[in-house]
Antibody
């Protein structure tokens, strides 16, 4: 069974840092593009970042460029999101998501989400 | 950036009703569109991809249509489990964007 388990969410101060993790199981992790998608409290979904199978290609929404870094460790079947210079508007539930096996860009599996709260 | 606009934002309907949600893209996205269902406190799950392809395991009462800039999600006969929020998403390049959501509530 495909599983994505998100972790690492916490309370952080503005300007602070957090690292989110996503542990994958039940599929060949190294064969799939992966993504982070976030959802602010009571709001809609916002795509954050994508990474290709070997980590050589990374794409970000403008609002996090230069502050967030997506990465992966295929040996550990894990996806990461390093979040620096956090702002109040980064407060959200962060989901890792698997991109479909033809790499076209829709999300066929999601983690349960991890809550990041940025507040002083 | 491609803007995705859903209508209506809220929809009230009854069990057994046929409902349609519309999603419009600010420029052509061919058929690179997906639909998701999200229930409170849960992660989204994909219903439809490539505008009209039903994801494995999704009931056949869900259907999608459209291409270019206008798309629809139709539920042919609402079931109690269908009351949720629905999002469209384009994947025709970066940035990937979602519609603002349509909340389907019980009348």
């Amino acid at each position: 069974e495909v599983q994505l388990v998100d972790s690492g969410g916490d309370l952080a101060h503005p300007g602070g840092s957090l690292r989110l993790s996503c542990a994958a199981s039940g599929f060949t992790f190294s064969s799939y593009w992966m993504s982070w998608v976030r959802q602010a409290p009571g709001k809609g979904l916002e795509w954050v970042a994508n990474i290709n199978q070997d980590g050589s290609g990374k794409y970000y929404v403008d609002s996090v460029k230069g502050r967030f870094t997506i990465s992966r460790d295929n040996a550990k079947n894990s996806l990461y999101l390093q979040m620096n210079s956090l702002r109040a508007e980064d407060t959200a539930v962060y989901y890792c998501a698997r991109i479909d096996n033809s790499h076209s860009g829709w999300f066929d599996r999601w983690g349960q989400g991890t809550l990041v709260t940025v507040s002083s | 950036d491609i803007q995705m606009t859903q209508s209506p934002s809220t929809l009230s309907a009854s069990v057994g009703d046929r409902v349609t949600i519309t999603c419009r893209a600010s420029q052509s996205i061919s058929s690179w569109l997906a639909w998701y269902q999200q229930k409170p406190g849960k992660a989204p799950s994909c219903l439809i991809y490539k505008a009209s392809t039903l994801e494995t395991g999704v009931p056949s009462r869900f259907s999608g249509s459209g291409s270019g800039t206008e798309f629809t999600l139709t539920i042919s006969s609402l079931q109690p489990d269908d009351f949720a929020t629905y999002y469209c998403q384009h994947y025709n390049g970066y940035p990937i964007t979602f519609g603002q959501g349509t909340r389907l509530q019980i009348k």
